[in-house]
């Protein structure tokens, strides 16, 4: 029996400000020090933080510059830093690439707008000061410090319960559910490419829910990845995105040495038009992962191409995927 799945709009939203004579275009801890070094013109030295490139994979997907570029950038951000230096010859094209890497790879960084604006030297096009726009619960060291707080806290509360479950796919699936009980879609929402909207507020897109469910199972001690990309339909039909992009963005999730695709949005967005919660969407291959399709930077990840945890071959019955058909909302 064939059920209606509303049409999801998500967007993944990068906005970018300009800010006197720079110009300006659109766009989790470190394992240790490396013994890379980045010798710039004045003679100061860069010395590169160490990603885990199994934990990172949008670092691993760097050039060399691009690298130091984003080691920079998280060290700056993540001690709360909003204007700096840039301390590593690039250009706008580097600094842009690097700056979605760092996204993408760290829900941590959950109080970055989205918006950033940067100095350049016209003689050559080389960035000179990098400024990043801070949400408004974070735009000041106490804000900040009590936001990461808050989110500690609340992962705290849901890992001390989700480490109760005897096995690494019960545990993701505790994760993937607190999540669906306890967040609306609401375009709407504030800060809603953040971490921050899903697990504070209880209300976000398909970007906060993806980075919320990065988020936790980073600190429960998952590989977890967020994946940006669009939907389809079987025929290559945009399904969602008011500007008719589609633009969509979910998890990857690795378990027993295999990855696995998990939309929590489409699962919670499905188990509302049900009545009950059903996972089509939980665990499957890229080949069962119908309505999907990577992009940009996220093409470069790893296949899933395993079933065995896939819901209804671990946990038993459920709507499958291909049950879903999409219609427009009224």
Not at 258 to 268: A, G, I, M, P
Request: net charge negative; aromatic share 14%.
């Amino acid at each position: 029996m064939h059920k209606t799945l509303k049409k999801i709009l998500a967007l993944i939203l990068l906005i970018t400000s300009v800010t006197g004579l720079c110009a300006c275009f659109e766009e989790p801890d470190m394992t240790g020090k490396s013994t890379a070094v980045v010798t710039e013109p004045s003679g100061t030295s860069f010395k590169r933080a160490s990603f885990d490139t199994g934990l990172y994979p949008y670092f691993a997907a760097l050039s060399e510059k691009e690298k130091d570029i984003y080691s920079l950038l998280f060290v700056e951000l993540y001690k709360g830093s909003q204007k700096f230096d840039c301390t590593v010859e690039a250009n706008a094209d580097e600094l842009s690439k690097a700056i979605d890497a760092v996204l993408n790879d760290h829900p941590d960084l959950f109080w970055l707008d989205n918006k950033y604006s940067y100095t350049y030297d016209p003689d050559d096009g080389s960035i000179k000061e990098i400024t990043f726009d801070f949400y408004d619960f974070a735009n000041t060291p106490e804000k900040l410090h009590k936001a990461k707080v808050d989110m500690e806290e609340k992962a705290d509360s849901v890992l001390q319960e989700a480490r109760r479950k005897t096995s690494l796919v019960e545990r993701e699936l505790f994760i993937h559910d607190y999540i669906c009980q306890n967040t609306a879609y609401d375009e709407t929402a504030p800060y809603n490419q953040s971490a921050y909207s899903c697990l504070i507020l209880n209300k976000s897109v398909c970007a906060g829910y993806a980075r919320a469910f990065q988020y936790l199972l980073s600190r429960a001690g998952f590989v977890c990845y967020y994946v940006a990309g669009k939907t389809e339909g079987l025929n290559g039909q945009v399904i969602g995105g008011s500007d008719g992009s589609g633009s969509h963005s979910w998890n990857m999730v690795l378990i027993d040495g295999s990855y696995y695709n998990v939309d929590c949005l489409w699962d919670d967005t499905a188990s509302d038009t049900y009545g009950s919660a059903i996972y089509p969407f939980f665990n499957l291959t890229d080949e069962a992962f119908i309505y999907h399709a990577r992009i940009g930077m996220s093409v470069g990840l790893p296949k899933c191409n395993d079933t065995k945890y896939k819901y209804s071959n671990f946990f038993g019955q459920t709507v499958e995927a291909e049950s879903i058909v999409f219609v427009d909302a009224a």
